[in-house]
């Protein structure tokens, strides 16, 4: 019978060797799928060097181990032999693994609020603002009429109409707000619909990405001359996050996030994270890394280019203002005493103002009640951030509010958007139906949130509400400084009132609006934008005839047109003909 052979324990340089090899490869498939910063504020950092010390201690223990004999060691033997293995074999490894676990629990206990109050609150900077200055009354082709949700069905329904695409690609669902050409929209790539669509379509990329107009609803899928090399659903080196990682390995960075620039060209931005308190603390952004999707080109910038709207996020915008209210008199007072602490409402939503996208979330006291006390709009580029008093109801509260007019219908309330209607802050809320499509608008006073109305346009949501607010006291009726005024039309809305047909006309280089009652005033069913005109007020005569529509919800008067004249003079009629047909 043959002897069995027993295998030799690999000399010490061999089996250091070896287990440096072993260690090399998990280390680089592990880095190549988690991809870890390089850097030492980050946690992943640590992850990394602690699987490498154990992948490589690991490998030299078996690579040295003896074959089993039948001496009896008590445990205490063999706790000795372990320890010389470790002194021996290892040592370096394992001091390295000690000092790293040293080095993130102190490294954490230094970060934490507890020691550094005042440095967390400083992370934002909030500055107080009066929120009828600061906040301009938007225009209704202005006002975003979806959410997220809505938007993102639209364009996924936009993707089903095009039939050299929906076998090869789909809607991605990771759309971003932007404002692109003075209009809010939200942008979103297309993904290669699976792994074998990657291989075959590779080549050429991603030939489209979708946009969803957020005033008038319209998904479009806009083509381009050469396809998006890299975005998240590539697989292998073109993967946005491994591409970035490879060129800016020391680099922490956020979610990158999908934009265009004003000319429709399609870009990556990838905010850099830095952490601003001991090792881990006071997460923030300092510029970012724009990449370009089709060719992955990539530079970061330190002041990123005024196009960019999504440098910041809201959560880290929020997460940043609750250090800062909850921190006010020190971190023992935010958890026993919480005298003046404050925190974000749950819930943002964006506002287009000059050219850039601003978040909005509802601040409220430490109770987390069913009122705020005021809300924050942040700019998302620059994270300039003011907080506006206006105490009255919450989001929440203010959507319950909005579903109750039309519980019959069974609408579903999407998170508010804030706007300035009238001077007055108001919770402004598209309802949808079970398709998650916009069926109708509601409009709630933030203080006094059982003003409520609802209409089925912005328009005529609007004119209710306002009405609402004259009837309640809340606004006052408008005098006009002058009894006459004369201009070239700018603009021209109508709405319904009570029955009753309106026209409000603004005229150019002028912000109000002129009421007129098609009743009394039918000319100005006749009017179009760039004629001129001269209108008159007059106080409205006393009548007991309930067919006269009530005065001006904008100034109190009934105004007259007692000149027109057309900017185009429309051509004559041809004259009547009184020829009758042959029998």
């Known amino acids: 019978m043959k002897e069995k052979k027993t295998r030799k324990p690999m000399g010490r340089f061999a089996s250091f060797l070896v287990s440096l090899l072993i260690t090399a490869a998990v280390g680089f498939v592990y880095f190549y799928v988690s991809l870890p910063a390089i850097n030492p504020h980050s946690g992943d950092f640590y992850s990394f060097l602690l699987l490498l010390c154990v992948v490589y201690t690991v490998s030299v223990f078996v690579l040295s181990v003896k074959p089993a004999d039948n001496v009896v060691r008590t445990p205490a033997e063999k706790m000795k032999e372990w320890f010389q293995f470790i002194k021996k074999s290892c040592l370096p490894v394992v001091v390295l693994f000690a000092a790293v676990i040293v080095v993130v629990a102190v490294g954490q206990i230094l970060s934490m609020p507890i020691f550094r ?3 967390y609150r400083e992370l934002l900077t909030v500055q107080s603002g009066d929120f009828a200055t600061d906040v301009a009354q938007i225009s209704f082709n202005e006002i975003p009429t979806l959410d997220r949700l809505s938007a993102n069905y639209l364009g996924d329904r936009q993707m089903g109409t095009l ?36 291989f075959t379509n590779r080549g050429t990329g991603l030939p489209a990405y979708v946009m969803v107009d957020m005033v ?66 006071g997460t923030d952004i300092q510029g970012a890394v724009l990449v370009d999707a089709v060719t992955g080109e ?38 026993l005493g919480q005298r003046d602490v404050t925190q974000t409402t749950d819930g943002y939503n964006y506002i287009a103002m000059n050219d850039d996208v601003y978040a909005y979330t509802g601040v409220t006291s430490a109770n987390a009640d069913q009122s705020n006390l005021g809300f924050l709009l ?21 959507r ?9 219908l069974g609408y579903n309330a999407t998170f508010p958007l804030l706007l300035n ?20 608008y509601a409009m709630v006073n933030v203080a006094q949130y059982q003003i409520v109305t609802v209409g089925p346009t912005v328009s005529q949501c609007e004119q209710k509400y306002i009405s609402k607010l004259t009837e309640s006291g809340i606004t006052q009726v408008e005098q006009l400084p002058q009894t006459e005024a004369k201009g070239r039309v700018a603009e021209i809305r109508t709405a319904v009132i009570e029955g009753n047909s309106f026209y409000f006309i603004r005229l150019e280089g002028e912000d109000i609006f002129y009421s007129l009652s098609a009743a009394q005033n039918r000319e100005a069913v006749t009017l179009n934008v760039g004629d001129t005109v001269t209108i008159e007020y007059a106080q409205p005569a006393p009548s007991d005839s309930d067919s006269v529509p009530p005065p001006s919800i904008y100034d109190g008067y009934v105004l007259h047109i007692n000149d027109r004249t057309p900017a185009v003079q429309p051509p004559e009629p041809p004259p009547p003909s009184f020829n009758t047909p042959e029998s």
């Open 117 to 119: 109050a005042s440095a």
């Open 163 to 198: 039939s050299d695409m929906v076998s090869q690609f789909e809607y991605s669902n990771d759309s971003t707000q932007i404002n692109y050409q003075g209009r809010p929209v939200r942008v979103a790539p297309i993904d290669y619909a699976d792994l074998f669509k990657w």
């Open 216 to 281: 008038t609803q319209e998904a479009t899928v806009t083509r381009l001359s050469e396809g998006m090399k890299y975005s998240f659903s590539e697989p292998l080196n073109r993967n946005i996050l491994r591409h970035l990682r490879f060129h800016y390995p020391t680099m922490m960075f956020s979610t990158p996030e999908f934009e265009i620039d004003e000319s429709g060209h399609p870009w990556w931005i990838a905010p850099r994270v830095v952490k601003r308190i001991g090792l881990f603390g």
């Open 298 to 335: 990539c530079q970061y910038h330190e002041e990123v280019p005024t196009w960019v709207d999504t440098l910041y996020v809201p959560d880290l915008i929020m997460q940043q203002y609750d250090y800062y209210g909850t921190l006010v008199h020190g971190f023992i007072n935010s958890v």
């Open 378 to 398: 942040c700019n998302m580029r620059t994270k300039e951030t003011h907080f506006y008093t206006a105490p009255g109801a919450t989001e929440a509260a203010a």
């Open 400 to 408: 319950s509010s909005a579903m109750g007019e039309v519980q019959d």
């Open 421 to 440: 209607i009238a001077g007055q802050p108001t919770y402004f809320i598209p309802l949808l139906d079970a398709t998650n499509l916009v069926k109708s």
